[in-house]
């Protein structure tokens, strides 16, 4: 009973430490990645579909992306889709593929998006920490049913407290390392 409990509770801070990667993939730092136009969404024959799933989208340099269809007559679609988008680049069209300059980071807006950062990084905490009180909340139902005893109770919620402190020192990591790339010029 409480190794499904533990398990449980592993799984769900494992989540959050899945969603805040996705999360901060999309955040602009200086360097071009493929990842940063997964918003991109084209009308594909009526469907609105990933860019990734109706072109190859690659990085030449640090600094640039070429969007090359698999068909041409999507080009386009392809370009109004990322005028649409909120990703602030603005695609230059040759005929064949697409190509989008990365520009530069102001000092006031890497501020912005390492202040945009710590709080992604504090909602996953808080979300470890619920996945910590669901867990606790399971033990201690467990104990008043009289499934555990008195001891077992408290050594999961010792056991449960430490997964916690190891899984929010992944998130603290993450955004760090995250805060240090977007920082460095």
């Not at 509770?9 to 955040?27: F, G």
Request: proline share 3%.
């Amino acid at each position: 009973m409480l190794n499904e409990i533990k398990d449980e509770a592993k799984k769900s801070m494992e989540k959050s430490i899945d969603s805040l990667a996705v999360e901060l993939k999309r955040v602009r730092t200086g360097r071009a990645q493929v990842s940063m136009l997964d918003s991109v969404k084209v009308d594909y024959y009526g469907n609105p579909s990933p860019l990734n799933q109706v072109a190859s989208v690659s990085c030449p340099d640090a600094k640039s992306f070429v969007v090359a269809p698999w068909e041409a007559n999507l080009l386009k679609e392809i370009e109004q889709a990322i005028v649409r988008s909120d990703i602030g680049m603005a695609p230059q069209n040759d005929g064949k593929v697409i190509r989008l300059k990365l520009p530069e980071l102001t000092e006031e807006r890497r501020k912005a998006l390492a202040k945009s950062i710590k709080k992604t990084v504090e909602d996953a905490r808080i979300s470890v920490r619920m996945a910590r009180r669901d867990a606790n909340d399971k033990a201690k139902k467990a104990l008043k049913d009289k499934a555990i005893t008195e001891d077992d109770s408290k050594q999961s919620s010792e056991e449960i407290q430490k997964l916690t402190n190891d899984y929010i020192a992944k998130v603290d990591k993450i955004g760090q390392d995250k805060e240090k790339e977007l920082l460095t010029v």
